[in-house]
Protein backbone atom coordinates (compact mmCIF):
# COMPACT_ATOMS: atom_id res chain seq x y z
CA UNK A 1 0.00 0.00 0.00
CA UNK A 2 2.68 2.64 0.51
CA UNK A 3 2.93 3.47 -3.04
CA UNK A 4 -0.28 4.62 -3.54
CA UNK A 5 -0.27 8.15 -3.91
CA UNK A 6 -2.93 9.67 -1.10
CA UNK A 7 -2.40 13.22 -1.53
CA UNK A 8 -4.99 13.55 -4.46
CA UNK A 9 -2.08 15.39 -6.14
CA UNK A 10 -3.19 13.00 -9.66
CA UNK A 11 -6.65 13.64 -9.53
CA UNK A 12 -8.46 16.18 -11.45
CA UNK A 13 -12.02 17.33 -10.20
CA UNK A 14 -14.14 19.58 -12.58
CA UNK A 15 -15.84 22.01 -11.11
CA UNK A 16 -14.30 21.03 -7.29
CA UNK A 17 -11.06 20.73 -5.35
CA UNK A 18 -9.36 17.96 -3.15
CA UNK A 19 -9.08 19.57 0.03
CA UNK A 20 -7.69 17.09 1.96
CA UNK A 21 -6.93 13.38 1.03
CA UNK A 22 -5.20 10.87 3.34
CA UNK A 23 -4.11 6.80 3.37
CA UNK A 24 -6.08 5.14 6.38
CA UNK A 25 -5.15 1.34 7.15
CA UNK A 26 -5.33 0.86 10.87
CA UNK A 27 -8.63 -0.56 10.49
CA UNK A 28 -9.86 2.43 12.54
CA UNK A 29 -11.65 6.57 11.79
CA UNK A 30 -12.55 8.99 13.83
CA UNK A 31 -14.87 11.89 12.29
CA UNK A 32 -15.37 14.81 13.48
CA UNK A 33 -18.64 15.00 15.64
CA UNK A 34 -21.46 17.23 14.07
CA UNK A 35 -25.09 17.44 14.68
CA UNK A 36 -25.57 13.31 13.89
CA UNK A 37 -22.35 12.28 14.81
CA UNK A 38 -21.11 12.28 18.47
CA UNK A 39 -17.67 12.01 17.18
CA UNK A 40 -17.06 8.26 17.90
CA UNK A 41 -14.18 6.03 16.95
CA UNK A 42 -15.27 3.96 13.90
CA UNK A 43 -13.71 0.63 14.17
CA UNK A 44 -13.05 -2.49 11.63
CA UNK A 45 -12.79 -0.54 8.42
CA UNK A 46 -10.83 -1.99 5.69
CA UNK A 47 -7.60 0.11 4.30
CA UNK A 48 -8.90 3.27 2.20
CA UNK A 49 -8.06 6.68 1.13
CA UNK A 50 -10.35 9.44 2.35
CA UNK A 51 -11.06 12.39 0.13
CA UNK A 52 -12.73 15.18 1.30
CA UNK A 53 -13.77 17.57 -1.64
CA UNK A 54 -15.46 21.32 -1.95
CA UNK A 55 -17.11 21.37 -5.07
CA UNK A 56 -18.41 24.97 -6.74
CA UNK A 57 -20.57 23.79 -9.61
CA UNK A 58 -21.73 27.58 -9.83
CA UNK A 59 -20.38 30.84 -8.02
CA UNK A 60 -22.34 30.62 -5.11
CA UNK A 61 -22.91 26.55 -4.45
CA UNK A 62 -20.62 25.51 -1.19
CA UNK A 63 -21.06 21.66 -1.31
CA UNK A 64 -18.75 19.59 0.35
CA UNK A 65 -18.46 15.50 -0.09
CA UNK A 66 -16.29 12.82 0.76
CA UNK A 67 -15.10 10.03 -1.29
CA UNK A 68 -13.94 6.77 0.47
CA UNK A 69 -12.24 4.40 -2.09
CA UNK A 70 -11.34 0.87 -0.53
CA UNK A 71 -7.43 0.05 -1.16
CA UNK A 72 -7.22 -1.72 -4.64
CA UNK A 73 -7.12 -5.21 -3.48
CA UNK A 74 -10.14 -5.26 -0.95
CA UNK A 75 -12.95 -2.99 -3.61
CA UNK A 76 -15.41 -4.69 -4.93
CA UNK A 77 -15.74 -3.00 -8.12
CA UNK A 78 -18.69 -1.19 -7.26
CA UNK A 79 -19.45 2.67 -6.43
CA UNK A 80 -22.40 3.31 -3.89
CA UNK A 81 -23.68 7.04 -3.30
CA UNK A 82 -25.17 7.33 -0.44
CA UNK A 83 -28.10 9.76 0.40
CA UNK A 84 -28.53 12.73 3.13
CA UNK A 85 -31.16 13.36 5.42
CA UNK A 86 -33.59 16.32 6.44
CA UNK A 87 -31.87 19.74 5.77
CA UNK A 88 -28.82 18.50 4.93
CA UNK A 89 -25.55 20.04 5.94
CA UNK A 90 -23.36 17.87 7.37
CA UNK A 91 -21.61 14.38 5.95
CA UNK A 92 -23.45 11.17 7.31
CA UNK A 93 -20.62 9.00 8.00
CA UNK A 94 -22.04 5.79 9.28
CA UNK A 95 -23.49 5.84 5.72
CA UNK A 96 -19.79 6.11 4.15
CA UNK A 97 -18.95 3.15 7.17
CA UNK A 98 -21.83 1.17 5.90
CA UNK A 99 -20.38 1.08 2.36
CA UNK A 100 -16.64 0.80 2.79
CA UNK A 101 -16.89 -1.90 4.96
CA UNK A 102 -19.07 -4.05 1.93
CA UNK A 103 -15.87 -3.23 -0.18
CA UNK A 104 -17.51 -0.33 -1.59
CA UNK A 105 -16.29 2.87 -3.02
CA UNK A 106 -18.71 5.17 -1.03
CA UNK A 107 -19.29 9.40 -1.41
CA UNK A 108 -21.75 10.97 0.40
CA UNK A 109 -22.21 14.43 0.51
CA UNK A 110 -23.68 17.74 2.86
CA UNK A 111 -26.23 19.35 -0.01
CA UNK A 112 -24.74 22.53 0.18
CA UNK A 113 -26.75 23.62 3.24
CA UNK A 114 -24.14 24.23 5.87
CA UNK A 115 -24.29 25.84 8.31
CA UNK A 116 -28.33 25.16 8.26
CA UNK A 117 -31.19 25.08 5.72
CA UNK A 118 -32.41 27.75 7.27
CA UNK A 119 -29.80 30.15 7.52
CA UNK A 120 -30.33 33.05 5.68
CA UNK A 121 -27.59 32.95 3.16
CA UNK A 122 -29.04 29.20 1.73
CA UNK A 123 -32.56 30.25 1.92
CA UNK A 124 -32.07 33.38 -0.05
CA UNK A 125 -29.73 31.96 -2.75
CA UNK A 126 -32.11 29.48 -5.45
CA UNK A 127 -28.90 28.06 -6.59
CA UNK A 128 -28.13 26.31 -3.16
CA UNK A 129 -31.54 24.87 -3.06
CA UNK A 130 -31.09 23.52 -6.50
CA UNK A 131 -28.25 22.29 -5.06
CA UNK A 132 -29.90 21.06 -2.14
CA UNK A 133 -33.42 19.43 -4.31
CA UNK A 134 -31.09 18.05 -7.58
CA UNK A 135 -27.84 19.69 -8.96
CA UNK A 136 -25.98 18.14 -5.93
CA UNK A 137 -26.55 15.04 -5.76
CA UNK A 138 -25.85 14.69 -9.50
CA UNK A 139 -22.79 15.98 -9.04
CA UNK A 140 -21.60 14.41 -6.85
CA UNK A 141 -22.59 11.12 -8.52
CA UNK A 142 -20.23 12.45 -11.66
CA UNK A 143 -17.17 13.76 -9.29
CA UNK A 144 -17.10 10.43 -7.64
CA UNK A 145 -17.20 8.13 -10.90
CA UNK A 146 -14.48 10.30 -12.50
CA UNK A 147 -12.07 10.18 -9.10
CA UNK A 148 -12.35 5.85 -9.32
CA UNK A 149 -11.71 5.41 -12.71
CA UNK A 150 -8.53 7.60 -12.24
CA UNK A 151 -7.59 6.15 -8.45
CA UNK A 152 -8.35 2.68 -9.89
CA UNK A 153 -7.50 2.75 -13.66
CA UNK A 154 -10.96 1.43 -14.60
CA UNK A 155 -14.53 2.77 -14.11
CA UNK A 156 -16.81 0.94 -11.30
CA UNK A 157 -18.48 -2.06 -13.20
CA UNK A 158 -22.02 -0.79 -11.17
CA UNK A 159 -23.04 2.04 -9.39
CA UNK A 160 -25.91 1.93 -6.81
CA UNK A 161 -27.44 5.05 -4.53
CA UNK A 162 -28.84 4.07 -1.08
CA UNK A 163 -30.89 6.76 0.81
CA UNK A 164 -33.96 7.19 3.21
CA UNK A 165 -36.15 10.43 3.60
CA UNK A 166 -34.22 13.49 2.08
CA UNK A 167 -32.24 10.62 0.63
CA UNK A 168 -34.94 8.70 -0.97
CA UNK A 169 -35.62 12.13 -2.67
CA UNK A 170 -32.65 12.49 -3.27
CA UNK A 171 -32.96 8.65 -5.28
CA UNK A 172 -36.01 9.67 -6.88
CA UNK A 173 -34.43 13.06 -8.53
CA UNK A 174 -31.95 10.87 -9.41
CA UNK A 175 -33.93 8.51 -11.74
CA UNK A 176 -36.17 10.67 -12.64
CA UNK A 177 -33.61 13.52 -14.38
CA UNK A 178 -30.51 11.15 -14.97
CA UNK A 179 -32.43 7.58 -15.68
CA UNK A 180 -28.82 6.43 -16.45
CA UNK A 181 -26.95 7.84 -13.61
CA UNK A 182 -27.44 4.48 -11.64
CA UNK A 183 -27.77 0.59 -12.37
CA UNK A 184 -30.08 0.78 -9.27
CA UNK A 185 -31.33 2.42 -6.36
CA UNK A 186 -32.91 1.69 -3.02
CA UNK A 187 -35.38 4.68 -1.82
CA UNK A 188 -36.45 4.26 1.61
CA UNK A 189 -39.60 6.96 2.60
CA UNK A 190 -38.70 9.54 0.13
CA UNK A 191 -39.30 13.15 1.09
CA UNK A 192 -40.94 13.41 -2.26
CA UNK A 193 -43.71 15.84 -1.81
CA UNK A 194 -42.38 18.73 -0.05
CA UNK A 195 -45.15 21.32 0.05
CA UNK A 196 -47.61 18.60 1.85
CA UNK A 197 -44.11 17.93 4.05
CA UNK A 198 -43.88 21.45 5.23
CA UNK A 199 -47.16 21.63 5.77
CA UNK A 200 -47.12 19.17 8.28
CA UNK A 201 -44.48 20.19 9.67
CA UNK A 202 -46.34 23.54 10.85
CA UNK A 203 -49.03 21.47 11.47
CA UNK A 204 -46.99 19.68 14.17
CA UNK A 205 -45.65 22.96 15.41
CA UNK A 206 -48.80 24.53 15.92
CA UNK A 207 -49.81 21.08 17.58
CA UNK A 208 -47.18 21.10 20.20
CA UNK A 209 -47.90 24.68 21.75
CA UNK A 210 -50.25 26.22 24.16
CA UNK A 211 -52.84 28.69 23.50
CA UNK A 212 -50.75 31.64 23.84
CA UNK A 213 -47.81 30.12 21.33
CA UNK A 214 -45.54 28.92 23.84
CA UNK A 215 -44.13 25.34 23.53
CA UNK A 216 -45.85 22.95 25.48
CA UNK A 217 -42.75 21.04 26.40
CA UNK A 218 -39.30 22.75 27.58
CA UNK A 219 -35.99 21.02 25.51
CA UNK A 220 -35.26 19.74 29.44
CA UNK A 221 -38.86 17.63 29.04
CA UNK A 222 -38.04 16.81 25.06
CA UNK A 223 -34.61 14.98 26.41
CA UNK A 224 -36.25 13.75 29.59
CA UNK A 225 -39.36 12.10 27.29
CA UNK A 226 -36.46 10.61 24.47
CA UNK A 227 -34.19 9.20 27.49
CA UNK A 228 -37.42 7.71 29.01
CA UNK A 229 -38.48 5.86 25.84
CA UNK A 230 -35.16 5.04 24.51
CA UNK A 231 -34.43 3.13 27.91
CA UNK A 232 -37.71 1.48 28.34
CA UNK A 233 -37.74 0.09 24.72
CA UNK A 234 -33.79 -0.40 23.62
CA UNK A 235 -33.92 -3.47 24.42
CA UNK A 236 -37.17 -5.46 23.69
CA UNK A 237 -36.21 -4.37 20.12
CA UNK A 238 -32.40 -5.16 20.40
CA UNK A 239 -31.28 -1.79 20.41
CA UNK A 240 -30.45 0.54 17.80
CA UNK A 241 -26.62 0.86 16.89
CA UNK A 242 -25.09 4.09 17.45
CA UNK A 243 -25.26 6.52 14.84
CA UNK A 244 -21.54 6.06 14.41
CA UNK A 245 -20.67 2.96 15.07
Not at 34 to 43: A, P, V, Y
Not at 50 to 63: D, E, F, H, I, Y
Not at 216 to 244: H, L, S
Amino acid sequence: MKNLRTDGSHIKVENGTITSCEFIDSGSFTPQANRLCLGEEMTGLPPFSRMVLNLKPTPKSNLNMELWLPAPDVWNGRFLATGNGGPGGVIYYYMLQLGIQRGFATANIDLGTLPSANDISVIESPEKWDDFGNRGMHVMAEVSKSIIEQYYGRPARYSYFLGGSTGGQQALVEVQRYPDGFNGVIAVAPAGDRTHISAEFLWNLRAMETGDGTPMFTEEDTARIARTVIEKYRVQCGGAPGICS
